[in-house]
Nanobody
Framework: QVQLVESGGGFVQPGGSLRLSCAAS????????MSWYRQAPGKEREWVST????????NYIDSVKGRFTISRDNFKNTMYLQMNSLKPEDTAVYYC??????????????WGQGTQVTVSS
């Protein structure tokens, strides 16, 4: 059974930090690119960051560059998002996403249930 379980969300003041984790099970974690998405109230879900399956490549949405760092540990089947200098506009539910495209072009993907991050004074 595939599971992606996020943790580490919470309430933090502007300028603070949080570290999100996404624990994966039920699939070959090291074969999947992993991403973080977020959805703020009343807005569509947006992509935040992606890390390649072996961690050699990372990408970020412009609004978090220099503040967020994505990483993964393929031995622990876990992905992380270190979030520093948090702003109120970072408030959202953060989702973990796993995606693999096989040699035939078939996409396998999975979503976590989300973890709430609230940045407010």
């Amino acid at each position: 059974q595939v599971q992606l379980v996020e943790s580490g969300g919470g309430f933090v003041q502007p300028g603070g930090s949080l570290r999100l984790s996404c624990a994966a099970s039920g699939f070959t974690f090291s074969s999947y690119a992993m991403s973080w998405y977020r959805q703020a109230p009343g807005k569509e879900r947006e992509w935040v960051s992606t890390i390649a399956n072996r961690g050699g490549s990372t990408n970020y949405i412009d609004s978090v560059k220099g503040r967020f760092t994505i990483s993964r540990d393929n031995f622990k089947n876990t992905m992380y998002l270190q979030m520093n200098s948090l702003k109120p506009e970072d408030t959202a539910v953060y989702y973990c996403y796993a995606r693999r495209v096989d040699f035939r072009g078939t996409i396998d993907d999975y979503w976590g249930q989300g973890t709430q991050v609230t940045v407010s004074s």
